[in-house]
């Protein structure tokens, strides 16, 4: 896979040793981040809002109600700017202003289109699932034809992106720092899964399903 | 603390039930969210860009290089989003169309100005280092001159905001449902400390601090 291409969009100015604009790159960190921060423009000025989301290949997809106003801008194809970002930890130099966060980020550009296509529109629902829950597609009832024309899916091809990863330890720090009674390090941060809580309703004899238990 | 105004900008349209326009709501979702994603508007379209940042009252600070274009743009004064979301859960429905995810969120709309007091500036990076580790403030050897000559401090005062919760079991099945061989609940999420990794060049005799230790 190549590249996006670096344009005065998505060039990363600050901090250049931390970008990356590989496909590999975007595509994991997009894959690694459970929601995503969709920015548009309102007449009022700057929209952002958080949702779940999918990946296929180059394209995003997000889904709602047909009776959403925010899906309705992007349905009718608009400029679109999606944010992924995982925190990793937080990096403690000995001064406050050398001091950082580990994490792994993607900003990617592309306009807005509504998904109509019955195949797309299937492809895009099963990997919203599989980004959220690898194996509940196959286990839970999928929509019924009354669901399905209550759903909207939007996609945005990214034509731009970037990525900014941190993930090592304290640095740039001046050796007079090195001598100050603080303590420096890395504090990892990360996502787990609690004890799952089973519905009140739950029919008995119906086990946690693997895929839930051992969700990472 | 009255709420906020609900306008045209910042009324839940959607799921109206986990709306809320209160301050103390909205300040505790944006207490609980380690980063946020700042939208602004350019030339070229909608940017949305993560950030760590702090809260004072109704002002949510960011800060930065003074190099940064992007925070050229919010020292300028532009009309921007704050949106910051906590994830807590995966809802499980039986069917696909009644799943969904138990979350905070906050979407706060107002204008950045560049903040250039000494005063205001040493509490707006106090908040940001308060925000991302209680603690570390006063241990940290805090920016000199030099230091803070090269950061710029960013300000928005949150003219308008709206915060969503969601914090409950499954919803909105119909009975036909309850009837299918499917698990449902809820899969909590949450984000937790790993074990603190002391920078190699750490002098000996310095433990852990108790805020690193005990951040939750």
């Known amino acids: 896979m190549s590249g996006y291409e670096v344009t005065s969009r998505n060039k990363v100015r600050r901090l250049e040793g931390r970008a990356h604009y590989d496909r590999e790159t975007v595509h994991a960190v997009l894959d690694a981040a459970l929601v995503c921060h969709v920015g548009i423009v309102r007449e009022e000025g700057p929209l952002v809002v958080p949702t779940i989301f999918g990946r296929i290949d180059d394209t995003v997809y997000f889904h709602g109600s047909v009776a ?4 309705r801008a992007m349905r009718a194809g608009t400029e679109v700017c999606v944010a992924a970002t995982v925190v990793d930890g937080i990096v403690l130099a000995r001064s406050l202003f050398n001091s950082s966060m ?6 990617a550009f592309g306009r807005s289109r509504q998904v ?8 895009a629902l099963k990997a919203i699932s599989d980004h959220v829950l690898p194996g509940r597609w196959e286990d839970a009832r999928r929509p019924d034809h009354t669901e399905d024309l209550q759903t909207a899916v939007v996609a945005v091809d990214i034509e731009q992106a970037s990525a900014k990863v941190r993930d090592w330890g304290v ?5 007079e ?3 100050l009674d603080v ?3 890395v504090l990892p941060l990360r996502m787990v899964t609690g004890e799952p809580q089973p519905d009140p309703k739950l029919r008995p004899g119906i086990e946690v399903p693997g895929y839930v238990r051992d969700r990472e």
Chains 1, 2 share one sequence.
């Open 102 to 107: 580990n994490y792994q980020s993607v900003v």
């Open 116 to 123: 109509s296509d019955p195949g797309e529109r299937e492809a």
């Open 68 to 71: 959403s106003g925010n899906l």
């Open 177 to 179: 720092d090195l001598e």
């Open 183 to 185: 303590w420096a390090g």
């Open 171 to 175: 640095g740039d720090e001046p050796e």
